[in-house]
């Protein structure tokens, strides 16, 4: 799986506008071959930060992705981020959940090495 994030910083007073534009990207890239999760983000801390965050299956999917014309209207709106904005894509080999803490927390003699490994049933 890879995760493709990217963080915009709206002008002032352009929050709701950047906003919305990226909302309405939303469906048309959760449709898309091979996207697994899409949504965007608000900041707590700096409301005006905004991250667009997609999940995809597989590499070939990311990049006929980043080829779309929907990409394009991606990176316009990059443009008006009031710092340059943030893009990120980070490769995940395993993703776990709660049976990982169940697992730390039921067996802590062993070493945190040992409870990343984590047996697919």
């Known amino acids: ?27 048309p890239t ?12 608000q900041s707590w801390r700096n409301p ?9 299956e597989t590499a070939d999917d990311l990049i006929s992705h980043l080829q779309s014309d929907g990409y394009k209207r991606l990176l316009l709106l990059m443009e008006l981020s009031a710092v340059p904005p943030l893009l990120e894509f980070s490769t995940v ?12 927390r039921t067996h802590p003699e062993r070493t945190a090495a040992e409870e990343i490994t984590i047996e697919r049933s």
């Open 30 to 41: 959760q449709v898309r071959p091979g996207c697994l999760k899409c949504r965007l983000l």
């Open 1 to 27: 799986m890879i995760i493709e994030q990217l963080t915009i910083c709206a002008p002032k007073g352009k929050r709701q506008e950047i906003g919305s534009a990226l909302v309405s990207l939303l469906g």
């Open 93 to 104: 080999q395993e993703v776990s959940g709660l049976e990982l803490v169940q697992k730390a």
């Open 48 to 56: 005006d930060e905004l991250v667009l965050e997609a999940n995809w």
